[in-house]
């Protein structure tokens, strides 16, 4: 057993494979980290520094392809999550005129209350910043106590948020729609349609079929702000939602 005296004051830091220097270079610092040792020969070694976060790259492995998105990955756990996606999307705002959505690199989205969100680096590493006290456990499939509509949209939520797949939340968000729509409120199909124009611009799907129908409900002012508040970017919803 280590000695009680020595101080419990370790630091772990990740050390990322990285393909392409020059691009992940550039795309740190304009997010605003600062380079702390910057090596090409004899041997690959990038490290930043952010506030109190450190990423570390060395070089990958051959064979390693960035596009599967499967390279490495870092856990940044914060206090509160939405200040960092505004700080980063910001940034990315400055630098490239808009924020990095999609390919390589990119930020993922944020919707409003959501415990974490991830960047995704030019050697297709992830780095999850979470929320502190975000729940141990999740119910893949929806939360069992809700049913219909209301548990197909907690599902819809944890395979964006969590697994990070859009295309199974689309399926999942068009699929219930057919089979619990006639039964659901219309707050529950307007947060469904809404969504659906969200995921269906990011995929580049068609977008006015779920745009039409959302049009055609009859919401009270609350509830057209919490439609809003239900996709990340709710100015898509303009053209849809008066």
């Avoid at 030019?122 to 780095?127: A, E, F, L, R, T």
């Avoid at 939520?157 to 968000?173: T, V």
């Avoid at 699929?175 to 580049?204: F, I, M, N, P």
Wanted: aromatic share 8%; with cysteine; hydrophobic share 45%.
């Amino acid at each position: 057993m280590l000695d009680e005296s020595v101080p419990a004051n370790e630091t772990t830091v990740p050390l990322l494979p990285c393909l392409a220097p020059d691009e992940t270079l550039a795309f740190w610092r304009a997010l605003g980290f600062v380079t702390i040792w910057e090596q090409h020969k004899p041997y690959l070694y990038l490290a930043f520094r952010w506030r109190g976060v450190q990423l570390h790259y060395g070089r990958a492995a051959s064979g390693v392809d960035p596009a599967e998105e499967t390279t490495g990955g870092a856990l940044v756990m914060v206090d509160e999550v939405a200040p960092y996606h505004a700080e980063f999307a910001a940034a990315m705002r400055r630098a490239h005129g808009k924020v990095l959505a999609k390919g390589l690199p990119r930020i993922t989205r944020y919707r409003a209350g959501a415990s974490r969100f991830t960047i995704m680096d030019p050697s297709g590493n992830s780095i999850v910043f979470i929320q502190r006290d975000e729940p141990a456990e999740l119910e893949y499939g929806g939360d069992k106590a809700l049913q219909g509509l209301a548990r197909v949209l907690d599902n819809a939520r944890i395979l964006r948020e969590f697994k990070e797949d859009d295309k199974a939340a689309f399926r999942a968000l068009n699929s219930g729609l057919r089979r619990h729509g006639d039964s659901a409120s219309s707050l529950e199909k307007a947060t469904a349609l809404a969504q659906l124009v969200e995921l269906s611009t990011v995929l580049d799907e068609p977008v006015a079929q779920w745009g039409a129908r959302l049009r055609e409900l009859e919401l009270s002012p609350a509830e057209r702000k919490s439609v809003r508040s239900a996709v990340a970017d709710p100015t898509l919803l303009d053209g849809w939602l008066s």
